[in-house]
């Protein structure tokens, strides 16, 4: 099965409400809110990260509009260095290219899925459906009660923040 095919399964097997969206290509959040005609702050931005301390890869998963706060995500997690997954690390863990990774851990992929908390608070998410021309509009909190993170907690800079170094 696909990334895709075990989403909409899992969403049809859970008995929850989604509409699956066709759209022009877009590879970037703020490219799939424009082609979608959705907010930014309702994507389900998803970043495979490689994090040190022997965790290894998670995804972690915002709203479209936001940045992780370095800070933030290394205090909560525990961990001294994180990076971006490289597009040979994010095929062999997701088989999916950037810009198509849905925001889901176990069971779709098998990395731990952790959740912004501004993200989470939304009435509606629309996320990638392991594609870049197809997406899923759905209440987050289906999406949570499904996706199952493993914490969901602050982790992105303050609206209006400056980029602050890593």
């Given amino acids: 099965m696909t990334p895709a095919d ?3 399964a899992l969403l049809t097997e859970r008995g929850v409400s989604f509409e699956v969206l066709e759209h022009p290509h877009a590879t970037t959040a703020l490219e799939a809110a424009s082609a979608r005609g959705t907010p930014p702050a309702w994507g389900g931005k998803s970043i495979v990260m490689k994090l040190d301390r022997g965790i290894g890869f998670v995804v972690v998963a ?11 995500l290394r205090a909560h997690l525990g961990v001294r260095r994180y990076r971006f997954a ?3 690390e994010l095929m062999a863990q997701t088989g999916l290219r950037r810009g198509a990774v849905p925001p889901f851990g176990h069971p779709v992929f098998d990395l731990p899925l952790y959740v912004d908390a501004d ?3 939304t009435e509606t998410i629309v996320f990638s459906l392991a594609s870049h021309t197809r997406s899923v509009r759905m209440a987050t909190a289906d999406w949570l009660a499904v996706a199952a993170p493993r ?11 400056s980029p602050r170094p890593a």
């Avoid at 915002?62 to 933030?72: A, K």
């Avoid at 914490?151 to 923040?161: E, P, T």
């Fill in 86 to 88: 490289t597009e040979e």
């Fill in 6 to 8: 075990r989403i909409l």
């Fill in 62 to 72: 915002m709203g479209g509009d936001r940045q992780v706060d370095n800070r933030r």
């Fill in 151 to 161: 914490d969901v907690f602050a982790l992105c800079k303050d609206r209006g923040d």
């Fill in 119 to 121: 993200r989470a608070a």
